[in-house]
């Protein structure tokens, strides 16, 4: 199955900041969102996730299948790196973490409190997240945010892994993964002016 967006509209704080958007992200397959500050990519990619609803437009096999990591780690500060791994696992009906930690190189950190790991650590953790869910979609809104160069390569094997298991992945980034995967640039459907009208908040678009 497929992550099918057709002719998808979304908005902000009730301002419409796209409209129009098509696209479709096969097994095997990853595609990268572009386009610049407050054009709407992380809109896009919560209404994609269910998080809210499109204002026009279908999206068709999203439903059950998608596992989302915004901005947030999505982290629990006082359980250790093991137990934060065990406990999505376990709220997606997963039992192996071992594959997340080997991915992330988290297994020296296993033990550790997760409030206690540096900035990338816990982005590290949190994108291991997402290989214990057992879902095929991944959305991804900016993943790379506080990662170094090693751990970059880290997430972008992670993918690849993921995609040769027939994954797929939608990610909104600014830089080059290194992965084989095509380009959406989001700017060309960003809503018409006089559908904008009223304030705006770009900061979380």
């Known amino acids: 199955m497929a992550l099918c967006v057709q002719d998808v509209a979304v908005a902000r704080g009730g301002v419409p900041v796209l409209s129009g958007v098509s696209f479709t992200v ?13 054009a709407g990519k992380t809109t896009l990619l919560r209404t994609i996730a ?25 982290l629990k500060a ?3 790196v093991t137990e934060n791994l065990t406990f999505w696992a376990q709220v997606f009906g997963q039992t192996d973490i071992d594959a997340a930690l080997a991915a992330y190189q988290l297994a020296p950190l296993a033990d ?19 290989m214990v869910t057992g879902r095929p979609i991944w959305v991804l809104d900016e993943p ?12 972008a094997g992670a993918v690849t892994a993921h995609m040769a298991t027939g ?9 080059d993964l290194g992965l084989n ?9 960003r809503a018409h002016p ?11 678009l």
């Open 26 to 38: 096969a097994p095997r397959t990853a595609l990268i969102l572009r386009g610049p500050n407050g």
């Open 50 to 74: 269910g998080l809210q609803p499109p204002l026009s437009g279908r999206i068709d096999g999203a439903e059950e299948t998608i596992a989302y990591a915004g901005h947030a780690d999505g």
């Open 78 to 80: 006082m359980l250790s």
């Open 112 to 130: 550790r409190l997760a409030g206690t790991l540096s900035a990338g650590q816990k982005r590290r953790l949190g994108l291991a997240r997402l």
């Open 144 to 155: 790379t945010v506080s990662l170094d160069a090693e751990a970059v390569a880290m997430f």
């Open 167 to 175: 994954g797929m992945a939608l990610i909104a980034t600014h830089i």
């Open 181 to 189: 995967a095509e380009t959406f640039d989001i700017t060309p459907y």
């Open 194 to 204: 006089d559908q904008r009208s009223g304030a705006s908040d770009e900061a979380f």
